[in-house]
């Protein structure tokens, strides 16, 4: 066949065989939309997962003893006003008392507000770095804030008080922005009512500091914390005295001076406390200021500012923890968010690397030596203990990689996974062996079990807040030994005695007979002992009776 018969078609390039140009297109929503359920899901995971699993300590034991105890405007502990337990505080525990089962004392009674209020104060500063369009800065500020050493364990024992902390932040935030007004004014009142007069100190420090026209003194901001000042101290002299109302408002001034406040407050902010340094450097606080951060520089200025004046003047250490720990993370964040965005100057970007690299050699010790423990010596803890070694390997090939390459991206990303393990560590072993070792749950659950709910321990001498707490049980100190046969009534009473004074009870005392021995957690023996008489039951039928006196 001839090769000129063949015949071909003719290609029409107007016809279209495929779509090439129908492509899919992913595109993410809008990071204002998604950053905010981001950080609320890193505050549950952070600060509420496991928040209540520790056993309270003094500090916080005394605000559990005040709840369970009538509402008043000072907390009550054994029968006693408290100058430091101030109402606020009292009635958001007092409001989850009611939800527990009698005679079973919770930590979340006190944990809870505490864990709460913590996240919603990183939420109110995250917001606002939302709202100047630094999305990327709240990201990281909420790992900062969520898994730092402060709010991990968030209790009164660390020296911090975050529902005065977050009333107080609230303010500040809205003085920030500029707004002087009725809402800045009530969440000074709620510092008042939770702190007492240390945080309006504070708030007019920053208010000094700031030196803002929008943001100085007006009556709206003025008016509430006087009304609640003036209706807290008419309320305290009613139910109280003049002279509890006085030694409240004293107290403060009676704490000595916090030399070690910004030490304090910097192992409070760790893990990534030390990336705050970096802020040192002219070249970076340029950089922030260049890039419309303005804001971080603020919380940093007034995070200085409570430091010092934390240090200096008495009583304000507490409330001023909690700013200044703001300040230096947020100061953290920044330091991050410019080394991610890649606009460090040379010099920095080696500071950085090189404080990446001592917090990994540090953690990586750590955390070599607690997976032996935990994987080895206690095998209780081998499932934690393997996922830990694995993360910290995969935070020490990260920073290899990272150190390999320049690539300050992949240092970030191994700090935030190195915050993590943190936490892991924290709720799967530290929490549980300090309840264990140094908690006063155990041997307080001990003692309660012998005891009603409704019924009454007197003691002698002051008791651990915290014992008083697990045993779970309305505690008063008598002023000797005589008065526990007052009011006089058939009723058998209860006291909790060291070993000293049961052997030596006075003979003119109502007779005491044992009805259980315990040892403390240093080997101490406690006698628990009861009077002659009738023992009700929350119903008021009669129970057992103590063989009559000879």
């Known amino acids: 066949m001839a090769i000129d ?45 496991g928040g209540a699993d520790s056993d309270l300590r003094s500090a916080d034991a005394r605000i559990g003893l005040a709840a369970s105890t009538a509402f008043s405007p000072l907390g009550q502990v054994f029968g006693q006003w408290q100058p430091d337990v101030w109402p606020l505080r009292v009635a958001l525990s007092r409001l989850l008392f009611f939800t527990q089962e009698p005679g079973r004392p919770e930590s979340g009674t006190v944990l809870w507000p505490s864990a709460v209020a913590g996240m919603v104060a990183g939420w109110i500063v995250a917001r606002r770095l939302i709202e100047a369009g630094k999305v990327r800065l709240s990201l990281l500020f909420g790992f900062a804030w969520f898994g730092s050493v402060a709010l991990l364990d968030h209790s009164s024992s660390a020296g911090l008080d975050l529902v005065t902390g977050l009333a107080t932040i609230a303010a500040i935030d809205r003085l920030l922005n500029g707004a002087s007004d009725w809402k800045t004014g009530i969440w000074a009142a709620l510092a008042f009512l939770s702190g007492g007069w240390p945080p309006l100190v504070l708030l007019v420090m920053a208010i000094l500091v700031l030196g803002r026209r929008e943001a100085d003194f007006s009556y709206r901001l003025i008016l509430p914390p006087m009304i609640a000042s003036s209706a807290w101290l008419a309320w305290t002299i009613k139910v109280g005295s003049i002279e509890a109302a006085a030694a409240a408002l004293a107290w403060p001034l009676t704490q ?13 902010a760790l893990p990534l406390a030390p990336f705050a340094l970096l802020m040192l450097s002219p070249s970076l606080r340029k950089t922030v200021r260049e890039n419309g951060s303005g804001l971080v520089l603020d919380w940093l200025q007034l ?62 010790v750590v955390a070599l030596y607690g997976g032996f423990i935990m994987t080895v010596a206690m095998p209780y803890y081998r499932p934690l203990g393997v996922v830990v070694v694995v993360m910290s390997i995969a935070v020490f090939g990260l920073v290899w990689r990272a150190v390999e390459t320049r690539s300050a991206r992949r240092s970030v990303a191994a700090m935030l996974l190195m915050t993590v393990c943190l936490k892991l560590v924290h709720w799967g072993y530290y929490t549980p062996e300090w309840n264990y070792r140094h908690g006063q749950g155990p041997w307080g659950r001990a003692i309660g079990q012998w005891i009603l709910p409704n019924w009454t321990l007197y003691t002698i001498h002051d008791w651990p807040e915290d014992l008083a707490w697990a045993i779970g049980r309305p505690m008063q100190q008598l002023h000797s030994p005589q008065h526990i046969e007052y009011p006089v009534t058939p009723e ?29 957690q240093d080997g101490r023996k406690r006698i628990l002992a009861r009077t002659a008489g009738v023992l009700y039951t929350h119903s008021g039928r009669i129970f057992s009776r103590v063989p009559p006196v000879e």
Not at 315 to 344: D, K
Not at 508 to 517: D, G, R
């Open 5 to 49: 018969g063949i015949q071909t078609t003719r290609v029409d390039g107007s016809r279209k065989l495929r779509a090439d140009e129908a492509r899919v297109v992913l595109r993410l929503p809008d990071p204002v939309a998604w950053c905010g359920p981001v950080l609320v899901a890193l505050g549950l995971c952070f600060v509420l997962f």
């Open 256 to 268: 000595k001076p916090d030399w070690t406040l910004g030490v304090e407050v910097f192992l409070l």
């Open 303 to 364: 995070g200085v500012a409570a430091m010092i004046g934390g240090t200096i003047i008495p009583g304000l250490a507490t409330v001023c923890r909690t700013v200044a720990l703001v300040g230096i993370l947020v100061a953290a964040a920044a330091a991050l968010e410019a080394a991610w965005s890649g606009v460090l100057y040379p010099r920095t970007r080696r500071l950085f690397l090189g404080t990446v690299l001592a917090l990994t050699a540090v953690w990586m």
């Open 492 to 520: 058998s009473r209860h006291a909790l005695l060291l070993e000293s004074e049961f052997d030596n009870w006075p003979a003119n005392a109502p007779k005491l007979t044992k009805v259980a021995t315990f040892h403390d």
